[in-house]
């Protein structure tokens, strides 16, 4: 059974930082792309910053110059380091991770992790 478990969650005041770290556990083949996304209250799901086995990255507008996506393969752990936070950054993050569980291509599925609470407060 593939678990993927946030931490890292947390209150900071605007202009602070914060690093979330995401877990992936059990039997798999491979992890393809990794990613954040996060959902303010009453707003839908949206994408925060991806990146690819390979290490290419990508980031939604708002958060380009002030976040950082990384990965640890061998750790199977993925990384968002958030800094200069704002208030619009609230929301509950979640981790995401398209994951084989075996050498076949049609094998590859969605995982979600629970999601961690970023609450931007003075």
């Known amino acids: 059974q593939v678990q993927l478990v946030e931490s890292g969650g947390g209150l900071v005041q605007p202009g602070g930082s914060l690093r979330l770290s995401c877990v992936a556990s059990?039997?798999?083949?491979?992890?393809?792309?990794m990613g954040w996304y996060r959902q303010a209250p009453g707003k839908e799901r949206e994408s925060v910053a991806v990146?690819?086995?390979?290490?290419?990255?990508n980031y939604a507008d708002g958060v380009k110059d002030r976040f950082t996506i990384s990965r640890d393969n061998a750790r199977r752990t993925v990384y968002l380091q958030m800094n200069s936070l704002k208030l619009e950054d609230t929301a509950v993050y979640y981790c995401?991770?398209?994951?084989?569980?075996?050498?076949?291509?049609?094998?590859?599925?969605?995982?979600w992790g629970q999601g961690t609470q970023v609450t931007v407060s003075s």
């Open positions: 995401n991770a398209e994951i084989m569980s075996t050498y076949s291509y049609y094998s590859r599925r969605d995982y």
């Open positions: 059990g039997n798999m083949f491979r992890i393809n792309d």
């Open positions: 990146i690819t086995s390979g290490g290419s990255t």
